[in-house]
């Protein structure tokens, strides 16, 4: 017998929490909701949601295949609220070291096959160092991307965080 | 998973009293001194020459220690209420009696006293195989579990022999730490999935690729506000953890940090890391993202176990450029 429901969100069924301020200033949480976010923003658009230092986490609208990505380091992402495949090359040539967060793999990155996975709402993968990856996604999904700031990464604090 | 008693440095303890009557013993740190009773735990030092004591609800208080030890001192400040914590400094640790109170700090009867990190966390330690007895788990929510009250009757090693998992790179990866398909789903995520994904390697690739189900990890938590590793990134840290009734802790970091909330809802009470008055309330529902600031401390309240993403930046030389100045305290301006 279960009596609980966990309740999660997703694009198209999402509600926003807010702040009860007492004093000082709301925007000093950066507070805002991915599915929101990705409810927003562009097929692919990597939407900056958190930030500490050179770190962040993005929330990604995945519809229809993405570019092929790369990175010198290991990144994360975990899909929210929906299907979405993954699939990896092992690259001849790998980014430098020196530069970190997700970069474009071109179109056609020179790389073997390494096979692909398929996140379901929860699932996380790991996107290693030195792979290109590459997202299709049938249905409109939002996932969530920890990795570092990088030349795609976008900032928006004023049109989605509370004020 | 590590015992308690590896490293547990007895000879560190002292014991200053065994009370007859409830069984228990009195422990003393530096100029602290911390016994218990049937229904309290009580913490006594001396300022401006008399002694001042405090007394906490001993379910309350062992809460609280269990989460301290089990996080060995964690990042920044842990406050166990309004007026006792401890602060890290990551080699020692400050323990402090109403220095992080406004009106007992302006009064000058607060106290602080710094202690080598073995020495506090074995008194720590046998303040917690004394204390807790048969039946009660310091780390579950108060339906999951027995009473903290009484006299002595027992003890639960088990249950205050839980760690942070430390993970390399992610769960379930060659040589890192496992899943946790040997442990039920809590009670509360009996409806929370639990497919894996689907992980495909071409050959010659085995195992260089991974996945996993992190919300089907989560609903088999047999802890309440623990946040486990389950991704690294360098510094960053994704540390999930499943929260029910109160966090045990007012958490003052001497860093950002931010939550994002998977599932369900839970409201926090944030207020001056300093002195302690209110500054605001904050409801997260799922899909929800917020920074912490790093002079504010909070506590958090979820009814319904739920799924929480606490996100931290491991960076070793962060807390000096907080306390400087050198880096603001709110991580964006906008």
């Given at each position: 017998m279960?009596?609980?429901?966990?309740?999660f969100?997703s694009?198209?069924?999402?509600?926003?929490?807010?702040?009860q301020?007492?004093?000082?200033?709301?925007?000093?949480?950066?507070?805002?909701?991915i599915?929101?976010?990705?409810?927003?923003?562009k097929?692919?658009d990597?939407?900056?949601?958190?930030?500490?230092?050179?770190f962040?986490?993005?929330?990604?609208?995945?519809?229809g295949?993405s570019s092929?990505f790369?990175?010198?380091?290991?990144e994360?992402?975990?899909?929210m609220d929906g299907?979405?495949r993954?699939?990896f090359?092992?690259?001849n040539e790998?980014?430098d070291?020196?530069?970190?967060?997700t970069?474009l793999?071109?179109?056609e990155?020179?790389?073997?096959p390494?096979g692909?996975?398929?996140?379901?709402?929860?699932h996380q993968?790991?996107?290693?160092?030195?792979?290109?990856?590459r997202f299709d996604?049938?249905?409109?999904t939002t996932?969530l991307l920890?990795?570092i700031h990088g030349?795609?990464?976008?900032e928006?604090?004023?049109?989605?965080?509370l004020k | 998973?590590?015992s308690?008693?590896?490293?547990?440095?007895?000879?560190?303890?002292e014991v200053?009293d065994e009370?007859a009557?409830?069984?228990?013993?009195g422990?003393?740190?530096?100029?602290?001194?911390?016994?218990?009773?049937?229904?309290?735990?009580?913490i006594t030092?001396?300022?401006?020459g008399?002694?001042?004591?405090h007394l906490?609800?001993?379910?309350a208080f062992?809460?609280?220690?269990m989460?301290?030890?089990?996080?060995?001192?964690?990042?920044?400040?842990?406050?166990?209420?309004h007026?006792?914590?401890?602060?890290?400094?990551?080699?020692?640790v400050d323990?402090?009696?109403g220095?992080f109170?406004?009106?007992?700090?302006a009064?000058?009867?607060?106290?602080v006293?710094?202690?080598?990190?073995?020495?506090?966390?074995?008194?720590f330690k046998?303040?917690?195989h004394?204390w807790?007895n048969?039946?009660?788990?310091?780390?579950?929510a108060p339906e999951?579990?027995?009473?903290?009250f009484?006299?002595k009757?027992g003890?639960n090693?088990?249950?205050i022999?839980?760690?942070?998992i430390?993970?390399k790179r992610?769960?379930?990866?060659?040589?890192?730490?496992?899943?946790?398909?040997?442990?039920?789903?809590?009670?509360?995520?009996?409806?929370?999935p639990?497919?894996?994904?689907?992980?495909?390697?071409?050959?010659g690739?085995?195992g260089?690729?991974s996945?996993f189900?992190?919300?089907?990890?989560?609903?088999?938590?047999?802890?309440?506000?623990?946040?486990?590793?389950?991704?690294?990134?360098?510094e960053s840290?994704?540390?999930?953890?499943t929260?029910e009734?109160?966090?045990?802790?007012?958490?003052?970091?001497?860093r950002?940090e931010?939550?994002l909330q998977?599932s369900d809802?839970?409201t926090?009470d944030?207020?001056?890391?300093n002195?302690?008055?209110p500054?605001?309330r904050?409801i997260?529902?799922?899909?929800?993202?917020c920074?912490?600031?790093?002079?504010?401390?909070?506590?958090g309240?979820?009814?319904?176990?739920?799924?929480?993403?606490?996100?931290?930046?491991?960076?070793?030389?962060?807390?000096?450029?907080?306390?400087?100045?050198?880096l603001p305290p709110?991580?964006?301006n906008f």
């Amino acid at each position: 017998m279960n009596t609980y429901t966990t309740k999660f969100g997703s694009l198209d069924n999402y509600e926003k929490g807010n702040i009860q301020l007492i004093q000082g200033k709301a925007s000093n949480y950066v507070f805002s909701n991915i599915f929101e976010v990705a409810k927003n923003a562009k097929p692919y658009d990597k939407t900056i949601v958190g930030i500490n230092q050179k770190f962040v986490i993005e929330t990604i609208r995945a519809e229809g295949t993405s570019s092929w990505f790369t990175c010198s380091h290991d990144e994360f992402v975990i899909s929210m609220d929906g299907e979405v495949r993954v699939d990896f090359l092992k690259l001849n040539e790998s980014v430098d070291i020196q530069i970190e967060g997700t970069q474009l793999a071109g179109s056609e990155p020179n790389g073997q096959p390494m096979g692909y996975v398929v996140l379901k709402e929860g699932h996380q993968a790991i996107l290693p160092a030195g792979t290109a990856y590459r997202f299709d996604s049938q249905k409109p999904t939002t996932l969530l991307l920890q990795t570092i700031h990088g030349p795609l990464s976008l900032e928006k604090w004023d049109e989605i965080c509370l004020k | 998973m590590n015992s308690l008693n590896k490293n547990f440095a007895s000879e560190l303890v002292e014991v200053f009293d065994e009370n007859a009557l409830t069984g228990y013993k009195g422990f003393k740190l530096g100029n602290f001194l911390f016994s218990r009773d049937e229904y309290f735990a009580k913490i006594t030092w001396t300022a401006k020459g008399q002694e001042h004591s405090h007394l906490m609800s001993v379910d309350a208080f062992l809460r609280a220690i269990m989460r301290d030890v089990a996080w060995g001192f964690f990042y920044g400040w842990v406050n166990f209420d309004h007026v006792i914590g401890t602060q890290n400094h990551y080699g020692s640790v400050d323990m402090y009696a109403g220095t992080f109170n406004g009106v007992l700090s302006a009064a000058g009867v607060d106290y602080v006293e710094n202690f080598e990190t073995p020495k506090i966390m074995a008194t720590f330690k046998a303040i917690l195989h004394d204390w807790v007895n048969e039946g009660f788990d310091p780390f579950a929510a108060p339906e999951e579990t027995g009473s903290a009250f009484g006299r002595k009757n027992g003890s639960n090693v088990d249950a205050i022999d839980r760690y942070r998992i430390s993970t390399k790179r992610m769960p379930g990866l060659n040589g890192d730490s496992p899943l946790r398909d040997d442990l039920p789903v809590n009670r509360h995520f009996h409806d929370v999935p639990q497919d894996e994904p689907l992980v495909h390697c071409e050959r010659g690739f085995e195992g260089e690729l991974s996945a996993f189900n992190v919300f089907k990890y989560m609903s088999r938590s047999d802890v309440t506000w623990n946040p486990s590793v389950t991704s690294v990134c360098k510094e960053s840290l994704f540390c999930p953890t499943t929260e029910e009734y109160i966090l045990p802790i007012i958490h003052g970091n001497d860093r950002v940090e931010w939550f994002l909330q998977f599932s369900d809802e839970i409201t926090w009470d944030i207020s001056d890391k300093n002195d302690g008055s209110p500054l605001a309330r904050i409801i997260m529902k799922p899909g929800d993202i917020c920074a912490m600031p790093a002079n504010i401390r909070h506590q958090g309240y979820s009814t319904k176990r739920s799924l929480l993403l606490v996100w931290e930046n491991a960076t070793p030389d962060l807390p000096e450029k907080y306390a400087s100045g050198e880096l603001p305290p709110y991580p964006v301006n906008f």
